[in-house]
């Protein structure tokens, strides 16, 4: 995929979570519109923090992140979603006292338009929370909550969304779910940044690649190419190790 200039770059950022103590290490990251970006490596190696610090939960120490050409860094969370990213973390993704419905409506807290239209095309792609509009989120399976967590963010129709592990804790048919519908969404047009552990599916759907290792982006490429790289095999693949 070739596209002419980058939705969101990533240059040289050094972030943690307590001052001086760095756990990216100079990262570097590409997203350009439209594309599917895998981020795998294993544990530790400052997947989630890459995805919180693009979305500005973390300040980055140092480097330069940019999105629709803009600098982004330094600003806050809602200041970056009204620029068109969302983020769905891995855990407390959804509002558990509030019905389905409700907290898709929570998703667009910047929109003033109706909303229905939009509801109804999030229900449309997620056939299983249809039937389910008025039920707490709180009594939902694992997986009808990735779900909605990821209807609530294409609430605000972003053009950049990070997931952040979908597919943990979740049963092996719920990976498949959960991950097909990712792929729907990208195919709809959202560029997608997937930091996931199940490294192999993820590259399998992925435009590009990248590998993380002790903060820094040690491999990056198609998808495909990083899939059948032997150094990417044994070292994060792990021939024949459950996942």
């Not at 307590?18 to 544990?43: F, H, S, T, W």
Request: aromatic letters at 6%; proline letters at 5%.
């Amino acid at each position: 995929m070739t596209h002419s200039a980058p939705l969101l770059e990533v240059e040289d950022v050094y972030a943690g979570y307590v001052k001086d103590l760095n756990i990216l290490q100079g990262v570097n990251m590409r997203v350009y519109p439209g594309e599917l970006v895998a981020v795998i490596g294993p544990n530790g190696a400052g997947k989630s923090t890459l995805a919180k610090t693009v979305f500005g939960l973390l300040t980055p120490n140092s480097g330069k992140i940019t999105f629709q050409g803009e600098s982004i860094a330094g600003l806050k969370s809602n200041q970056i979603v009204q620029r068109g990213m969302c983020y769905v973390p891995q855990i407390s993704n959804v509002f558990r006292s509030l019905s389905v419905d409700e907290n898709l409506e929570m998703g667009a807290f910047i929109h003033n338009e109706p909303l229905d239209a939009t509801k109804d095309r999030i229900y449309t792609m997620f056939p299983d929370l249809a039937g389910r509009r008025r039920q707490r989120a709180g009594t939902l399976s694992g997986g009808q909550r990735q779900m909605l967590a990821m209807g609530r963010a294409l609430m605000l129709q972003p053009s950049l969304m990070l997931l952040d592990e979908p597919s943990a804790a979740l049963s092996p048919i719920l990976v498949n779910n959960v991950l097909e519908q990712i792929k729907q969404i990208n195919q709809n047009g959202t560029a997608i940044v997937l930091v996931e552990q199940n490294a192999r599916k993820a590259l399998e759907m992925a435009d590009r690649g990248y590998v993380l290792e002790a903060g820094r982006d040690r491999f990056e490429g198609p998808g495909r190419d990083l899939l059948y790289d032997p150094k990417v095999g044994e070292l994060y693949l792990g021939a024949g190790k459950a996942h």
